[in-house]
């Protein structure tokens, strides 16, 4: 399974910090840590925005390290997107299935007014109840989160180990036992149920 992470448009010490914290998630997890296999797409403005550029990308990236992850289109992919680069990821997430590519899910983080809809997984993630609210109208799957209290729209990318919030069914729009969490927890649950299916 490789993660493929799409920024939005901010600075680029705000994605490392999301990576760090990736890592630090993985390791720290019985999610098989291999740092290789977490791509970063590096567009940057307006290119977030591009399905075709983050396709190609990925068609590279996959590629290069085709040795790691054997049959490229059949190794299966979950994108994490932020922001404007929830814009990008979506189209591109369609078009590597379209490839005949494996999306096993995709997480919007703060993707407020995308439309999100696909045969494969989708969970939104949103720094304020409003914008969860708002989101899930355009499309989400079943388990999202929303911080709570609110938090600044950055915080959600840069920090997520501090956000505190809500996991949400969106279909009963109900708090499942044990809903409150941290986002990065919330990040792991997701990453660890895709592990293991």
């Given at each position: 399974m490789s993660i493929i992470i799409c920024p939005g448009i901010h600075e680029p010490e705000l994605t490392e910090s999301f990576r760090v914290v990736l890592l630090d998630l993985v390791s720290h997890s019985?999610?098989?840590p291999n740092p290789a296999?977490?791509?970063?797409?590096?567009?940057?403005?307006?290119?977030v925005l591009s399905a075709f550029h983050i396709l190609q990308f990925l068609r590279v990236s996959v590629a290069h390290r085709r040795y790691r992850l054997g049959d490229r289109l059949k190794s299966p992919l979950i994108f994490i997107s932020f922001s404007a680069g929830v814009v990008g990821a979506i189209g591109a997430a369609h078009?590597?299935?379209l490839l005949g590519g494996r999306v096993k899910a995709f997480i919007a983080i703060d993707g407020w007014g995308v439309p999100l809809q696909g045969n494969f997984p989708i969970h939104r993630m949103s720094?304020?109840?409003?914008?969860?609210?708002?989101?899930?109208?355009?499309g989400s799957g079943q388990n999202n989160f929303y911080a709570e209290p609110a938090v600044d729209h950055l915080s959600m990318w840069k920090s997520p180990q501090t956000v505190q919030g809500c996991w949400?069914?969106?279909?009963?729009?109900?708090?499942p036992p044990k809903?409150?969490?941290?986002?990065?927890?919330?990040?792991?649950?997701?990453l660890k149920r895709y592990e293991a299916n």
């Open positions: 019985a999610i098989a296999n977490i791509l970063i797409y590096p567009g940057k403005d307006f290119f078009l590597w299935q720094h304020d109840y409003f914008t969860h609210w708002s989101s899930c109208l355009l949400v069914d969106s279909s009963l729009e109900i708090i809903g409150r969490l941290k986002a990065d927890e919330f990040l792991l649950m997701l």
